[in-house]
C-alpha cells in the first residue's frame, strides 16, 4: 500500500475543511474528510470505483490511482430522467 498519509495537511483536499480524522478517496489518491468520504459513496460509480481497486490490487498493483474524482452527479428530478440513468 501506498502511504499517503505523510501528505495530510490537516484539510480535507476536497472541502478544504480542516478536520482530525481523514481518509483516503476510493476515486482516486485524495484525502478526504469524513464528511466527503460518505458523499462519494452516495456517487452512482461508487461501487465501480471500489471493484476496480479491488482488482488493481489482485493484479498486484499497489499503486493504482483510482479510476478518476469527477464530483458528484447534478441532481435529476426524477420525472425528466430515464430510470436507466444510472444503469450499467
Ligand atoms: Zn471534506
Same mark, same amino acid.
Given at each position: 500500500?501506498?502511504?499517503l =498519509? /505523510?501528505?495530510? =495537511?490537516? /484539510?480535507?483536499?476536497? #472541502?478544504?475543511k480542516?478536520?482530525?480524522?481523514?481518509?483516503?478517496?476510493?476515486?482516486? =489518491?485524495?484525502?478526504l #474528510?469524513?464528511? #466527503? !468520504?460518505? &458523499?462519494?459513496?452516495?456517487?452512482?460509480?461508487?461501487? %465501480?470505483?471500489?471493484? !476496480?481497486? /479491488? &482488482? !488493481?490490487?489482485?493484479q498486484?498493483?499497489?499503486?493504482?490511482?483510482g479510476?478518476g474524482?469527477?464530483?458528484?452527479? %447534478?441532481?435529476? !428530478?426524477?420525472s425528466?430522467?430515464?430510470a &436507466?440513468?444510472?444503469?450499467?
Amino acid at each position: 500500500m501506498i502511504d499517503l =498519509t /505523510r501528505n495530510w =495537511t490537516g /484539510r480535507c483536499y476536497r #472541502c478544504g475543511k480542516k478536520v482530525l480524522n481523514h481518509t483516503m478517496s476510493q476515486f482516486n =489518491t485524495d484525502l478526504l #474528510c469524513l464528511g #466527503c !468520504a460518505d &458523499d462519494e459513496k452516495r456517487h452512482p460509480d461508487y461501487s %465501480k470505483a471500489v471493484n !476496480a481497486e /479491488r &482488482d !488493481a490490487l489482485k493484479q498486484g498493483n499497489f499503486n493504482f490511482p483510482g479510476i478518476g474524482w469527477t464530483g458528484m452527479p %447534478k441532481p435529476v !428530478a426524477p420525472s425528466d430522467s430515464p430510470a &436507466d440513468i444510472f444503469g450499467g
